[in-house]
C-alpha cells in the first residue's frame, strides 16, 4: 500500500496564518473572524486548513514578527511558533 504523504508549510504573521501546500502548489491566508454571537471571540477564521484522510502529514510552523500560538483545540494540539 501506497503512503500518501502531504507537506504543509504554517507561518504565523500579525492577525493571520498563511498556510502553504508545497506539493499541490497552493496557499491561502487565514484571517480571524469577528463573532459577537454567544460571546467567542477571536477563535473562528475565514479559511480552513484541510488535511486530507489517509494522509501523512508533516507541518512545518514558523513565524515572521512574534511568537504565535498555533492550535487545535478538538484535538488537544498547540504549537508555538517563533520567527
Request: proline share 5%; aromatic share 10%.
Given at each position: 500500500?501506497?503512503?500518501?504523504?502531504?507537506?504543509?508549510?504554517?507561518?504565523?504573521n500579525q492577525w493571520f496564518w498563511n498556510y502553504e501546500y508545497p506539493n499541490l502548489k497552493k496557499n491561502f491566508n487565514s484571517y480571524l473572524?469577528?463573532?459577537?454571537?454567544?460571546?467567542?471571540?477571536?477563535?473562528?477564521?475565514?479559511?480552513?486548513?484541510?488535511?486530507?484522510?489517509?494522509?501523512?502529514?508533516?507541518?512545518?510552523?514558523?513565524?515572521?514578527?512574534?511568537?504565535?500560538?498555533?492550535?487545535?483545540?478538538?484535538?488537544?494540539?498547540?504549537?508555538?511558533?517563533?520567527?
Open positions: 500500500m501506497k503512503m500518501n504523504n502531504l507537506n504543509i508549510k504554517i507561518l504565523g473572524l469577528i463573532n459577537n454571537n454567544f460571546n467567542f471571540f477571536m477563535i473562528e477564521t475565514d479559511n480552513h486548513m484541510i488535511i486530507p484522510f489517509n494522509y501523512q502529514i508533516m507541518l512545518t510552523l514558523s513565524s515572521l514578527d512574534v511568537i504565535h500560538s498555533w492550535t487545535i483545540p478538538s484535538m488537544n494540539i498547540k504549537m508555538d511558533c517563533i520567527p
